[in-house]
């Protein structure tokens, strides 16, 4: 009887290949930032510091800006998955902090990303996917414009993240996450301030002076009922 000897498909083959390569070429991007801008990275750098062809890269991605964003729409994904939740339900603060516990458990790509060279795109696809977001669960009652809101986020998350990264004796998370959530979040997205502004501004709407000139109006005390 003739054994059967097991052989891999080829089409399970061929995709851990490209699994591998695409892995090999994303790592080879990400060591070259450390030491130089994206402008001053050829594809052949890449493709020689993954160990490919030159024409092997482009089988897996048109340019090398394309892998770029390839690789930061991944991170930025997985981090804004992690902070969602939080930020639904309300809670800046733990969205902060989920989102600098993510970021510092994988220092060293944020780092080359937000400090070699790469803090551009990051940004714009950071501010790409956040405003997806923003248009899948709108708030058409908020103050903030929701891209408006998107943008001052982003910004303001790309400077701290950047700025903690960058420090030989960073802060731990949770002052990091405090300091995200007081300058950058609650001022944006907490709609504490804002729903009171939309209350007052609503019963103004009807009444016949408006509110600032029925602050004015002085108030006076009831008369006292005279006894003879």
């Known amino acids: 009887m003739i054994r059967k000897i097991y052989q891999p498909r080829l089409s399970t083959v061929r995709d851990a290949r490209v699994v591998r390569t695409r892995e090999a070429l994303r790592h080879a991007l990400l060591?070259?930032?450390e030491f130089k801008p994206?402008?001053?990275i050829t594809i052949r750098d890449i493709a020689a510091a993954a160990e490919v062809g030159y024409t092997t890269f482009f089988r897996h991605h048109p340019t090398k800006e394309a892998l770029?964003?390839?690789?930061a729409a991944e991170q930025i994904r997985s981090l804004i998955n992690l902070a969602l939740p939080a930020a639904e339900a309300?809670?800046?603060r733990a969205a902060s902090m989920a989102?600098?516990?993510?970021?510092d458990q994988h220092r060293a790509l944020w780092s080359t990303l937000l400090t070699g060279g790469a803090a551009g795109t990051l940004k714009e696809q950071f501010v790409c996917l956040s405003r997806q977001v923003a248009a899948s669960q709108p708030l058409p009652d908020h103050w903030?414009?929701?891209?408006?809101?998107?943008?001052?986020v982003i910004s303001g998350t790309i400077e701290i993240l950047s700025w903690w990264l960058g420090?030989?004796?960073?802060l731990p998370i949770e002052r990091i996450a405090e300091i995200h959530d007081r300058l950058v979040v609650s001022p944006t997205i907490n709609s504490d301030e804002a729903g009171a502004w939309r209350v007052a501004r609503a019963k103004a709407k009807g009444r016949p002076r408006s509110a600032r000139s029925a602050r004015k109006k002085p108030l006076t005390k009831p008369r006292r009922k005279t006894t003879k």
């Open 31 to 33: 060591k070259l930032l």
């Open 38 to 40: 994206l402008d001053h």
């Open 68 to 71: 770029l964003n390839d690789i």
């Open 90 to 92: 309300g809670d800046t």
């Open 99 to 103: 989102l600098c516990t993510y970021v």
């Open 144 to 152: 903030v414009p929701a891209e408006v809101g998107v943008r001052l």
């Open 167 to 170: 420090q030989k004796k960073p």
